[in-house]
């Protein structure tokens, strides 16, 4: 199979700062207003050059965060800037428009959206507004974005988020989509761009970036965070084989969708794999043993979780969630 290669070309830094000052982009009074965010905000940079990232907090989205509580990033490639996810909020977007461009006038020209949900995805609506960047995302993006789930999702937010996410707030449909491989080059940088779902979601996608040796994972990798399953999209089989997948691509750095990025690759990757395999190996021995699920939840030992960030939020959930689903594989369902 061969993956198709998109190739970025700029002439130089001052053309490309001139091009964007001509469109507009870096226009300060056509920028649109967005409320402003009142907790700290800053691009932290990893153990290499160039390759930057935005950490979430921990929890779910609400006043306390302002709907920072997923990852993002961004590189710096000599040609461009190639962002990884948008974040949770049009103002959010915004401020890491503004990030980047402290760190470098390069126009910012791409974004790979890791999957459509909304912790990742509100932030295009700033970024598309603010510059000329192409957004790509795997095919099966379309499932989210045309469901009633995006939806109720936005009705949610505009209640827990306001007031920066309002009745403006729009989810932005990708301008680039894929298959199973796509290749972005910038300067001296390859970026491969893997499906790696349906896992957490059915478009998950990761972004290695080389010859950096670093890793975009999404929520495929969520580290010290209870992840989330309590989703009918979730398929907990597949989502082991995407860790494998991602094992495979071999990071020495690796920036998960939740939790701190790691140089311990291999224990990230675990933590979330042990998690999935624990869930699904205590959930199906009471599906096969006939043990309720309230019981079998009861029953089962969640020390090793239950002081970690989402825990009380989503593990209970979770686990009616794999019960439903080793409990269909139990009757013959697919």
Same mark, same amino acid.
């Given at each position: 199979m061969h993956a198709k290669t998109i190739k970025i070309s700029i002439r130089s830094t001052a053309a490309a700062a001139a091009m964007l000052i001509g469109s507009g982009a870096l226009?300060?009074?056509?920028? *649109?207003?967005?409320?402003?965010? %009142?907790?700290?905000?800053e691009a932290e940079q990893v153990s290499v050059d160039?390759?930057?990232? $935005?950490? =979430?907090?921990?929890?779910?989205? =609400?006043? #306390?965060?302002?709907?920072?509580?997923?990852?993002?990033?961004f590189v710096i490639t000599g040609e461009g800037v190639v962002i990884f996810d948008a974040l949770g909020t049009p103002s959010l977007g915004a401020a890491m428009v503004d990030k980047i461009r402290e760190?470098?006038?390069?126009?910012? %020209?791409?974004?790979? !959206?890791?999957h459509y949900h909304a912790d990742h995805v509100y932030g295009l609506q700033a970024i598309k507004e603010l510059t000329e960047a192409e957004v790509i995302a795997q095919d099966s993006s379309h499932v989210y974005i045309s469901s009633p789930d995006a939806d109720q999702r936005l009705e949610q937010r505009k209640q827990v988020l306001s007031p920066w996410v309002d009745d403006h707030t729009r989810v932005v449909a990708p301008d680039v989509t894929f298959a199973e491989e796509i290749m972005l080059k910038s300067g001296d940088y390859? $970026?491969?761009?893997?499906?790696?779902?349906?896992?957490?979601?059915?478009?998950?996608?990761?972004?290695?970036?080389?010859?950096? =040796?670093?890793? $975009?994972?999404?929520? !495929?990798? #969520?580290?010290?965070?209870?992840?989330?399953?309590n989703s009918a999209e979730v398929d907990t089989r597949n989502w082991m084989k995407a860790i494998?997948?991602?094992?495979?691509?071999?990071?020495?750095?690796? !920036? *998960?969708?939740?939790?701190? *990025?790691?140089?311990?690759? %291999?224990?990230?990757?675990?933590?979330?794999?042990?998690?999935?395999?624990?869930?699904?190996d205590r959930m199906g021995?009471?599906?096969?043993?006939?043990?309720?699920?309230?019981?079998?939840?009861? #029953? %089962?030992?969640?020390?090793?979780?239950?002081?970690?960030?989402?825990?009380?939020?989503?593990?209970?959930?979770?686990?009616?969630?794999?019960?439903?689903e080793m409990e269909k594989a139990a009757l013959g369902g697919s």
């Open positions: 226009a300060a009074d056509s920028a *649109p207003d967005y409320p402003p965010l %009142t907790i700290p905000f160039n390759v930057y990232y $935005f950490l =979430g907090h921990s929890g779910v989205p =609400g006043e #306390q965060n302002e709907g920072l509580t997923a990852n993002a990033g760190l470098t006038e390069l126009p910012i %020209t791409h974004v790979v !959206i890791s390859r $970026f491969r761009i893997v499906h790696a779902g349906p896992a957490h979601a059915p478009d998950d996608s990761l972004m290695m970036v080389e010859p950096a =040796g670093v890793l $975009f994972s999404g929520d !495929i990798i #969520q580290n010290d965070r209870v992840p989330y399953l494998e997948k991602v094992r495979e691509l071999n990071p020495r750095i690796l !920036i *998960p969708g939740h939790g701190k *990025p790691s140089e311990d690759v %291999t224990a990230a990757l675990s933590f979330t794999y042990d998690y999935l395999a624990y869930v699904r021995a009471a599906v096969e043993e006939w043990v309720e699920f309230e019981d079998a939840y009861e #029953q %089962t030992d969640w020390s090793r979780y239950e002081n970690l960030p989402a825990f009380d939020a989503s593990n209970k959930a979770n686990a009616y969630r794999v019960y439903v």
